[in-house]
């Protein structure tokens, strides 16, 4: 009996992941075994025709931080439906009407679509709305945030800007200007406040050298345990 459950499982075609849902598993001649994102942000595995099952989840496990931002790329992003909480204190309310329409009113973003609006253009309505609205709390929350950290630490910049960037969550320049990404409001506050702290101890040192980090870990001794964190977010929108 175990003989033959173990030679079921050899030739199951999907297995599911928690976060990733089904796993389609396509056996190869080749002799790597590769997981990989499709458009529609599924994954879909490659595995020689030797290597048991077991390894496509043994391979997911030890890249989930760097599956989880590809599969973001690759599908263009998140998906944002009516009734999702955006930001710190927005949400998102999606309906159909005569005429496109994307505002803010309040703490809602409110997005009509047309019935006939391709889902495609519809997504890029809904998208277009959360960044104004992210926007607007980027503005009230990080200048200010940045400010008192600032003051705490006694770093000092020149300014701040505000950047859509899609790679990253925050810059500083050698002129001590330091952008900041919208999408920062997507994140826990304690790991807003890990980027504002990185940013600006990067006024005092460019580089990630050793003296980076540590002037880093002075203001915010869990700096290595946030790094490691923050791989959970992407700032892809
Ligand atoms: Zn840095």
Not at 153 to 170: E, I, L, M, P
Request: one cysteine or more.
């Amino acid at each position: 009996m175990a003989r033959l459950f173990s030679s079921l499982a050899a030739t199951a075609k999907i297995i599911h992941d928690d976060e990733f849902g089904d796993i389609h598993i396509k056996r190869t001649k080749g002799a790597t075994i590769s997981v990989r994102p499709k458009t529609d942000g599924s994954l879909v595995a490659s595995l020689p025709y030797f290597v048991p099952v077991r390894e496509v989840q043994r391979l997911i496990n030890a890249n989930r931080d760097q599956l989880r931002v590809t599969r973001q790329k690759t599908s263009g992003g998140k998906t944002y439906r009516d009734g999702d909480a955006i930001g710190k204190s927005h949400h998102l309310r999606v309906s159909t009407g005569p005429r496109e329409i994307v505002k803010t009113r309040g703490l809602t973003i409110d997005v009509t679509v047309r019935p006939d609006t391709p889902p495609a253009r519809a997504d890029q309505l809904i998208k277009d709305g959360v960044v104004k609205a992210l926007r607007k709390e980027a503005k009230a929350y990080l200048p200010r945030r940045l400010a008192y950290l600032a003051m705490q630490t006694g770093f000092r910049y020149d300014q701040v800007r505000f950047t859509h960037a899609k790679s990253r969550w925050g810059s500083c320049s050698s002129t001590g200007t330091i952008s900041l990404n919208i999408m920062l409001m997507t994140l826990p506050n304690e790991l807003i406040d890990y980027v504002l702290l990185h940013e600006l101890t990067h006024t005092k040192h460019m580089n990630h050298s050793s003296e980076f980090w540590r002037a880093l870990e002075n203001v915010c001794p869990d700096a290595k345990q946030k790094r490691r964190l923050i791989k959970r977010y992407s700032p892809y929108l």
